[in-house]
């Protein structure tokens, strides 16, 4: 048979039960206390990673866009050079075509198409200085030959632009009643045996770009020339033939 316990053994094993109890509570914040340090010290450590993260982040971006920004410099210097690449060609092509007959239709047929396929119009005069000094049309498309009188350098809108003897440029040729574009003089030395008179541009083509003033260079001299050789060269064979 037990014994009974007495009050006062009764309120020791309360205390010793509440002493072991706060004990294993102590302990237990003690662990948690530890876990969380833990976890702090990976939250700060994750942060850090986060930051670093971030910012590499934004320099890559920075990166990304310097990349961006050279590739778009690269393949606009390529565009540029793949153009200038062309101009010249174009030059090239339009030089040897002019030089490669001394018939007179053929030179004349030449510049047109210079005029057509290169700067972009379909109407176009070529005129021609007489022995008198007059200027008169001597080969045209899509203008009527007819509205142009002969004339002396500085009479008309076309002699008025010959006069200096440089390449008139009008930037405004869709405001002018004239239409004229261009005036292009041909002259050998300083003397001016014609004129590439340039009318409206075709509708794909809004304004004259920087080789079209290069072609026009190229014509005020070469055109010239080979207009002036094929001159000489149906000269030459129609004395040879009133001669035989």
């Not at 410099?73 to 030089?99: G, P, T």
């Not at 292009?184 to 304004?207: E, Q, S, W, Y």
């Not at 001299?221 to 035989?244: E, F, I, K, M, N």
């Amino acid at each position: 048979m037990t014994a009974e316990r007495t009050p006062q053994a009764y309120v020791e094993q309360a205390r010793e039960d509440v002493h072991n109890y706060t004990q294993g509570l102590l302990v237990e914040n003690e662990r948690l206390r530890g876990k969380l340090a833990a976890l702090e010290s990976e939250k700060r450590q994750l942060e850090a990673g986060l930051e670093q993260g971030m910012s590499e982040l934004g320099r890559l971006r920075v990166r990304l866009e310097e990349i961006q920004q050279d590739n778009q410099h690269y393949s606009d210097e390529f565009q540029r050079i793949e153009q200038q690449s062309s101009n010249l060609s174009n030059l090239y092509v339009a030089s040897y075509q002019l030089h490669s007959t001394v018939d007179r239709a053929a030179v004349l047929q030449t510049i047109q198409e210079i005029v057509i396929n290169l700067i972009g119009s379909e109407e176009i005069g070529i005129f021609e200085c007489d022995e008198r000094g007059r200027f008169k049309v001597i080969s045209s498309i899509g203008i009527h030959d007819w509205a142009f009188a002969p004339f002396r350098l500085g009479e008309g809108p076309i002699g008025r632009h010959l006069q200096d003897g440089e390449v008139y440029v009008n930037r405004l040729a869709a405001m002018n009643p004239d239409g004229l574009t261009a005036c292009v003089p041909l002259k050998i030395g300083d003397t001016i045996i014609g004129a590439i008179a340039v009318f409206r541009l075709l509708a794909h083509k809004p304004a004259l770009e920087r080789l079209d003033h290069e072609l026009f260079a190229l014509l005020a001299v070469h055109a010239a020339t080979a207009l002036y050789c094929s001159t000489l060269h149906g000269q030459a064979a129609r004395l040879q033939a009133v001669a035989s």
